[in-house]
Every structure is written in C-alpha cells, then in structure tokens.
C-alpha cells in the first residue's frame, strides 16, 4: 500500500465513436489538451491510440508522431502507443508507433499476448505475430506492457521470455470484461494476479461499468488502473464523462480513499522499469 499507484488513460481507443460521446480527443491537440488535463487529475501515463481527422480508427506513424509532439510540449506525462489497433489491421499497420525514434520515441508500447473473441469480432494474435511484435518493441529499445485478456496469454509470457524476447519481471495489464473474453469478476483479478511471474507488476483495465469499481479493486492489491474514454465513456451510470480527465479524477479520488498515493511519471518510470531494457 505505500508504492504509489500508476494510472493510465486510455485516451482514444479504436472503437468508441464521437456518435457515441462528443468527448472523444481525435486530433492531436484535442489529445494533447485532454492529456493536460488528465496529467493534473492524477494519470502518470497515457495509452495512445490515433485516428484520421475523419474519427476513422488509424495506426499512421504521422498521426502518432503528431500526438506524441503535441503531448510533451505541454505535459511530462508518460506515452505508450498501441500495436492492438483496431480488429482486422495488419502487423505492420499496427506497428506504426513503433517506426518513431529519437525525442518521438514512445516510453512504452503495448505487446498483446494472445487471440481473444472481441465482442462479434476476432483480435487476431497468433503466435507468429506476437513474436513479430516483441521482436519491434525490443529492437525499438522500450519495454512492452504485455496485454491480457485471460490467464493463458500470462502463461505465453513466460514462453516469450524464454525465446529472449521479453525480460523478467515485466509489467502487465489484464483486460477484464470484453464481450467474448474473461469477465471483469474480483475472483478472476485475483487469479490473474496469483498467476504472474514473481516480481512482476501489473495494471486492470476493465470494460465498461467494472473500469471504476476495479480502480478500487487495483488499489486495496497493490496495482494499478487503466481508465480512460477507450474502454469506458461513462462517468456514473447515464452521466458522460466529458473528457478523460474526468474519469482520471475520480479514479484518483477512489484510489486515494484506499489510501493509495498517486504516481509521478518520474515515479512511474522507475515503478515500471522503463529504463531497464
């Protein structure tokens, strides 16, 4: 209970629409005004996805470039990109933030470690694929956040580790409550946890109503929380979060009320190893 408690904000997503909350961030300064906002609410990363000016869910490394720029003139906060993308991109579409180098170059990027029904769609990682990924993120010289939507995929990583393409302890995000995949349930956050390679440490990014509730659920365990626009719009139940920021405030003020403190990025790049690569 005294490791200060990282929060993500999953800002974009590929899925949530502008129809669905007029909230959404698309262009980079939305994002990066959002990202502001969320930085002082108490989020010590954000989960970076883009879109084209149109909303169309995109993994162009212009738009990322964009973003990532847009972002660090204003803020410190830490950025990882997604190679998930949206259902049905290729793996050199969903690599696009992995092209960027130099003062571009994202602090993290998320690694998904395994196929998963994503509502009536596929999220298509076979094997091959996932080693594919590693191998970018690695020669990129960043760590990855390694994705879980059930306990199997935690079991991959260590198959991964052993091949050399990630190291050990890595820090993880379990996905709970996707339509097709492992419910967002407190018995299965706690297999999840008892299931990680030792030293390891690890974020909940559940879906929908379960994102805050699990916020809680991640501070009394010593983890950490994802909330954000992507997995969730909803601020209470019929009331639209109207930004990012939003969600981020009132995850930190139930972190807080478990008597969690609240990771700096500084803090948060030590408590995720980011310089150990």
């Not at 005294?2 to 939305?30: D, K």
């Not at 395994?114 to 596929?122: A, S």
């Not at 991959?156 to 967002?184: I, M, N, Q, Y």
């Amino acid at each position: 209970m005294s490791t200060p408690m990282v929060l993500t904000a999953a800002m974009v997503g590929a899925e949530t629409t502008r129809e669905q909350t007029p909230y959404l961030p698309i262009t980079a300064e939305e994002i990066a005004e959002d990202a502001v906002k969320c930085r002082e609410a108490g989020a010590a990363m954000v989960h970076l996805h883009v879109r084209t000016p149109e909303g169309k869910p995109s993994q162009d490394t212009e738009l990322f470039r964009a973003a990532i720029r847009a972002i660090r003139k204003r803020t410190d906060v830490l950025i990882q990109v997604s190679t998930g993308g949206a259902v049905g991109m290729g793996v050199d579409e969903r690599c696009g933030g992995l092209r960027l180098t130099g003062e571009d170059r994202p602090d993290m990027a998320t690694l998904s470690t395994g196929t998963v029904n994503f509502g009536d769609d596929v999220f298509w990682n076979p094997r091959p694929l996932v080693r594919d990924i590693a191998r970018r993120i690695r020669d990129l010289g960043i760590r990855p956040e390694l994705e879980c939507f059930d306990v199997g995929m935690v079991d991959e990583v260590r198959a991964l580790a052993k091949e050399g393409l990630v190291s050990l302890p890595a820090h993880f995000d379990f996905v709970l409550g996707v339509p097709g995949a492992l419910t967002a349930r407190e018995d299965a956050l706690d297999f999840m946890i008892a299931s990680l390679p030792e030293g390891c440490s690890w974020t909940v990014a559940a879906v929908g109503r379960h994102q805050l509730p699990f916020v809680e659920l991640a501070a009394v365990r010593g983890g950490n929380a994802r909330v954000g626009l992507e997995d969730n719009i909803y601020v209470s139940k019929g009331v639209l979060a109207k930004g990012n920021w939003e969600l981020v405030a009132e995850a930190a003020k139930r972190a807080t009320a478990k008597g969690r403190t609240l990771a700096t990025p500084q803090q948060a790049r030590q408590l995720l190893r980011l310089d150990s690569v």
